[in-house]
């Protein structure tokens, strides 16, 4: 398996765009996670995802932030409109349960994401 | 609600050196435990976990860390460090059957210097 995949790996935007990111976990994972990394808060949980339903949405910073599972292989993080202190590095993980899982997290390579 | 501290943000040691990495939780029920890497520029890697069992944990790259329930505690260590081991490291945790999200900690940076 190619492991989470997310795109685009850099993106610089101006003040006000709206800016999309994406993502796909590991086929067969039924968990989808957002995280939001800096150096001011560290790791921040944004949202999850159980079997392409949203649990828990309460870490989505203001309602400029929406972020959607249309199927159990895509998944989109919206920021519209964009602001500088959006600049971040978003990763996206999944996880899979039953079985006898755990639930570590696979984590991609992260969306770098700088706001001018 | 759980946490997890890394009261350290910076280690330093040498390479050969054994190396400890700090992590404190607070849960109620019992913890499922994580460590995970960051090399610059990627994504968190997962190290081991604790579960349930024996308390010393082996993991990836060399890696082990030992559970203390009475301080509840999980420190990630390594009997011989190398300059490659530099990087991030985070402490998860995760509650018992509630949820399967995971509650890092403020990571520490490693360096090893040769």
């Known amino acids: 398996d190619a492991g989470v995949i997310q795109s685009p790996r850099h993106e610089v935007t101006e003040m006000g765009q709206e800016v999309t990111l994406r993502c796909k976990p590991i086929?067969?994972?039924?968990?989808l996670f957002w995280y939001r990394q800096t150096m001011m808060r560290g790791l921040e949980l944004l949202i999850y995802?159980?079997?392409?339903?949203?649990?828990?949405d309460s870490g989505m910073p203001e309602d400029r932030f929406s972020a959607k599972m249309p199927n159990a292989s895509f998944s989109t993080l919206k920021i519209q409109p964009s602001e500088p202190r959006d600049s971040a590095v978003y990763f996206c993980?999944?996880?899979?349960?039953?079985?006898?899982?755990?639930?570590?997290?696979?984590f991609g390579e992260g969306s770098r994401l700088t706001v001018l | 609600a759980q946490s997890v501290a890394q009261p350290e943000d910076q280690v330093n040691v040498a390479e050969g050196n054994p190396l400890t990495v700090k992590c404190t939780y607070s849960?109620?029920?019992?913890?499922?435990l994580f460590w995970y890497v960051q090399y610059p520029n990627r994504g968190l890697q997962f190290l081991l976990k604790?579960?349930?069992?024996?308390?010393l944990v082996k993991g990836s790259y060399g890696f082990e860390a030992e559970f203390n329930k009475s301080q509840t505690s999980f420190h990630l260590k390594k009997p011989s460090a190398l300059v490659s081991d530099s990087a991030l490291y985070f402490c998860?945790?995760?509650?018992?059957?509630?949820?399967?999200?995971?509650?890092f900690g403020s990571g520490t940076r490693l360096l090893v210097r040769p």
């Open positions: 993980a999944s996880s899979e349960t039953g079985g006898g899982s755990t639930g570590e997290l696979f």
């Open positions: 086929s067969g994972h039924d968990y």
């Open positions: 995802f159980n079997n392409n339903v949203p649990i828990d």
């Open positions: 849960v109620s029920g019992n913890p499922y």
């Open positions: 604790y579960i349930t069992g024996d308390n």
């Open positions: 998860a945790v995760r509650d018992n059957g509630s949820s399967y999200k995971l509650i």
